[in-house]
């Protein structure tokens, strides 16, 4: 209603002026993608941003691939076997497929890729850690390699789909230089490579050769659009056809939802929000303090009022896709008249001043802190907010134990597997682990990564969760929707949690 | 002459030094650009820090990187973003054209307006169409440049949809920014304009002109405007400095992808090399921009010099 | 004649420009002095259940509430806090330092007065914008930095107007014949010099203080100004950006109040050019 008010408004000062609204148009089968950031490099080494990953996956493939129902499917390998004692992995690679270059995909493909990876060139980037547990490949024949491990790693299946594990043509690299690679990429993937402008975004065209199926668009445009307003506005206007999340604040859903033009897709993410206690010192080393403000905060109300029901509570610090979550894990309930109790218990001092660090940049978290601050105030707290630049608070507050008495964790995990988080939250003397030592925790922790039984590992990743609930290490907050703009006139297109989307099945109108 | 065009150019040389330096120290005690480059892995170890530090060659001392820097310069080469690693000169080739373009679509915009404004003002002095120009130029000086910006979005791009709602891709993309800066601009120049035209109208030579028979919009055209122009000229050197800061600004609004743009995003990621160019090479322009003025004046006028 | 009547016109014209100026910016102020008053919550009272209530629908909310249910008349009025002081503060300043600079460089010349003309030169090459993204980077966002960052862009403003006008007086009768008859040059700064100077200094003073108002709301909206947890016109403007479209009343008084504050501002400035300057160029 109000849409229609302000829309009104503003059509009735422009009624004098006549003039034929200009209808964008598209070219039939070009699609128009808005991206948040430009990733700057389009070599698999060099980054880790999901906004790489949302274009790769239509450039790249992995061996392993994992599409939006985040099950693992066979990539650019057919199949494959792990050994016994998990320090070994089989690969059977697909045949006949070529890189866009033309030169084929095989065995010495992959190997050239992981030694370029974990070798002088893997260590200018970021990714090489991920794969640290790979020693070597070994090429068994032109179809068929062998990864042998230090160590198992129960999540490298998933890590090959995506990230530093994309394959990349090795006469290609060596021919053109790394430099050339890095702004001309060149993969086996749906779309070829076609142009990359600096802060304004790239354009790709389908590769019919694709051994997936030639795409049904022949382009591919990605814009990049740092402001959410923009982002939307574009879309409204026609010239984009899909946001890509992160973009879309909470606080504009209802202005796409009221464009018949234009759908909105959300699927629950992997982005995890939680208020982490300082352990150590203050009021808040005292669990039952730590109790009383879980139990202070309506987080129901939190998440249906200002984020729209965009987001679902959490118990412990992962989404509901993630191995290790818990549906039956209960976790504290809202009860004010209990936390003042404990509170009492517990000799805190009505007025008990308390600090909230969060995120400067995080729009959302800056409301809910709010909220979260007014329901602290009516139990007696005397909370206050301290928002940091996001460098400041994740390299120096965070890891230096200089936070406040609350500080925000925020995570979004993208192998979804409960370990990813969990083990860097709550191991002793990890980066995010400022304040807390916990021998029992952390055997639970350790206990875990060797497993190779799946079954077996969810069963400890639970224990750890119901754990850290039981401790009160963290006030859980939320796991926020993907949500995505998307034009009516794209069809087939499947939202995916982790913003990979692969575009090779979509039509436009 | 010589010894004050010298002595202006080695001033204009040695504050560009100084701006490089300082900007340099100071982006350096930002932060770690290591740590940034190496969020996404969860497991980020100190021996992987130090890796990617020798990587970008942030663990050498201060003075190299800065002498580093100061090479490049000379020879245009401004390094390599710690971003993907894309040439920092490449960059700024399709960044500065950008915010240029825009710049000059802003002054067009400003003059194109200030001009008949002004003189209708100088014309009309103290009845009403100078009033109303007088009291529209100070509201144009008081609106915030992000706010006028957001508004014409809402009114030109979502409500009517006449034009683009951002962007950098032809000449409809460029009439919102161009307006927003222009109007700004306008608010000074229309009282640049009006004083100059009054002085003009009293001067002799159009007494002279107006003696002579000329019609009075010859008169006013072809003597009293050129004055105008050598004055909004010399305001231009004042106004540039100004006038980038203010498209940094709206660059943010309509995502143009000029130095301002470039500039936020080098500072979130610490990106050293593109931050400390985009400042000099904006720097340098201003620099060079009141170099050039004040020599043509001190061509035209030799008085100046000797203040 | 037609020329008095056009000054009388223009007189009029002046002392309308004085009263709107005077009524516009005297009336935020006023409200902004006693807003703890008027909103003893500060606008900072959460209630979900009211989340945007349009404006002019009830007594409680007249301008409508924002996103998290506080009240936008008591958060424009409390917010104009931070514009004001951050204004004033930052004026004041760089007029301590500014005119500081300006006397010393003009009354002393040789070493000093190149070294300020080095500074000046450096300031003005640098824009203010990206001077302050590294400043902030560096320090955090806060009220006592924006205000710092806005004395050290603007002190040599004034360093310049007080040099230039002390050149001249300097040259001139009353100061030479001071100086003859040994008056120290601490007296004749202070006694003679700076009388003079206050007029042009007020004006640049005047209008500085409308221009900072505004470079603090752009900080604030770009996330580089105040603690965004304070209520501020730049940071209100910044929050209710996704708002535009569903809640036009977020963001459109926050916005009036900065141009009408600033407006009030600027005609003051005016009419203080025009009654102060002696030499009158603009007053005509």
Redesign the interface.
Known sequence: M??K???SL??A??LSTA?I??S?SLAAGKLTVSLSQ??????PV????VAWATVATNIFDGLTYRGPDLKLVPGLAESWQVSEDGKKITFKLRQNVKFHDGEPFNADAVKFTFDRLLGDEG????????Y?AIEKVEVVDPSTVDFILKSPDPVLLTKLAGYGAMIVPPNYIKEKGE?YF??HPVGTGAFKFISY????GVKLEANPDYWGGAPKISELDY????????A???L??G?VDIVVPPII?I??V??IK?DSRLELMSVPGPTVDALRFNTRDGITADVRVRKAIIMAVDRK??VD??LAGQASEIVSFQSSLSLGYDPDLKGLPFDPEGAKKLLAEAGVKPGAPLQIDIR??D?TM??V???VS?YLQAVGLNP?????????L???IIPQGKTGALFQQKWG?WTFDYD??A??MYHSGE?WNPYEKDAELDKLLESQRPMTDAAEREKVLKQIAAYVNDKALELPLYNSNAIYGVNKRVKNFTPAPDNRIKLNEVTVD | MIGFLTKRILQAIFTVLVVTLVVAFAIRLTGDPALISAQGGGTVTEADLQRIRVALGVDRPFYVQYFGFLKGLLTLDFGRSFVGGTPVSQLIGTALPATLTLAFASLFVSIVLSIPLGVKAATTRGKWPDQAIRIFSLIGLSFPNFWLATMLVLLFAIALQWLPPSGYDGFSSYIMPAVTMGLILTATNVRLVRTTMLDTLRSQYVMVARAKGLSETKVLYKHALRNCAIVLLTFLGVQFGGLLGGIVVVERVFNWPGMGTLAFDAVAARDYPVLQSVITVLSALIIGVNLLIDLAYGLIDPRIRTQ | MANATTSGRLNRFKAMEFVVGILLFGTICLAVLFAPLLFPDGGTKIDLAARLTAPFQSFAHVLGTDPLGRDVLARVVTGGKVSLVVGFASVVGSIFVGVAMGLVAGYYRGAWDALLMRFVDVQLALPFILLAITFFAILGGSLINTIVLLIVSQCVQYARLVRGSVLSLREREFILSARAIGVADRNIILRHLLPNLLGPVIVLATLNFANNILLESSLTFLGLGVDPTIPSWGGMLADARTYLQTAWWVSVFPGLAILLTVLGLNLLGDWLRDSLDPTGRTSR
């Open positions: 109000e849409l008010f302000t829309r503003l059509g000062l422009a003039l609204a200009a964008p430009d990733p700057g490099s389009w070599d060099d980054t880790f941003l260590s200018k980037g970021p990714q090489k850690s991920n640290a430099d890095n702004t402008e600096p802060k304004i814009k990049f659009i740092t402001e959410p307003a923009t939307v506005a574009e409204q206007a010239r604040p606080s504009m209802p202005t009221g109300t939190i009022a200002i400067g940049n729009a800056n409301e802190a709010q909220a007014s206050t907010i301290k928002p940091y630049e996001l460098n400041v994740l390299n120096d995990g990813n988080t083990y860097s980066k």
